[in-house]
């Protein structure tokens, strides 16, 4: 049995057996605009999770490996459609890993061939496999200057990594010293600021009057820092941006809930077996995809605003990124959801990994009505 046929039976059991509430919501299926699948195993894995629930994902590219090519990005989205489940109606879209010397031509051919959707901007070793992204941001001026005129999108991970700047000040410092002048350079082009965790970037966002887009993840609407420090280092909850302090978390709340256009869902699902999570140099990255829409939903709930979950989860990105929105249709229902404590990667060799869902062995308010 593979980890998705696992993982799916534990879920339609706990469907099954705690199917007894009235609550219900109905909304038009959402698009994941921010997730990593990985690639062999863990791809396998994981992907059920998300094509399960969400049509459309846009798939960072910071493999080991990373897609900087256009046959790299037509391969891997090959890979993906290959393991996607029958009766899931999936479409990945696929993302350019920007470096130093990238050449403006893989942008162009990439978008007008219909193979590259968007290109991701990471600051080098700002995060997982980012040691071959951006050393100089401005120096890639004519790779967004081709962004711009074909009108294809640039996401960002907005932290600096001057060693001289405090990981939890590396977002707000971005913003001020990158994201702004970047901006200014280039004023038609459509920039996501990716997994927002302050009140700064909520605050930026919603005062920028141009083409500038925020997603914002379930964990950190979820947690605060003490979720990873206090009590014991906890790993499950190291995901970069970092968690920031309760005040970010609130402002978060606030602005997934408040349908602003601007912000919309984008998972940041990353998904680390449990001995990269525990080794002496922890990988960050929070694995939510079998989670993500239920603990939106719970958010939602608790901030009286479940008539906004589907603005945020399921029209905004589509406005955004001028996409027509999904024909179909899901549920939640208000019923108790006990979630799995992990999920069985099983490798080529036939040993079998662990991955730790974001509220693993928690219990949720709402659960998928699938
Ligand atoms: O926590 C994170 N994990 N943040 C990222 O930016 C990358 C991601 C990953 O790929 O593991
Ligand atoms: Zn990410």
Redesign the pocket.
Known sequence: MNGFRSWDLILSTAEIILNHSTDRITIRQPDDWHV?L?DGAILEAVLPSTSRVFHRAVV?P?LNSPITSLDKAVAYRKQIENLIPKGHDFKPLMTLYLTDDISPDIINDGFNQGEIFAAKL?PAN?????SSGVTDIKAIDPLFAMMESIGMPLLI?G?VTDPDVDIFDREAIFIERELIPLLSRHQGLRVVL??ITTKDAVQFVEDFSGNLAATITPHHLHINRNAMLANGFRSDF?????AKRELHRLALRRAATSGKECFFLGT?S???VRGAKESACG????FNAPVALQSYAEVFDEEDALDRLEGFTSLFGPKFYRLPINKNFISLVKQTYIVPESLDVINHDNSIERIVPFHASKKLKWTLSV
Not at 238 to 242: A, D, I, Q, R
């Open positions: 990593h990985r960072m910071n990471y700002s995060t997982t496999n980012s991970h932290e990716e997994h190291y995901c970069l941006p970092v940041d990353a998904p680390h990988c960050a990255g929070i």
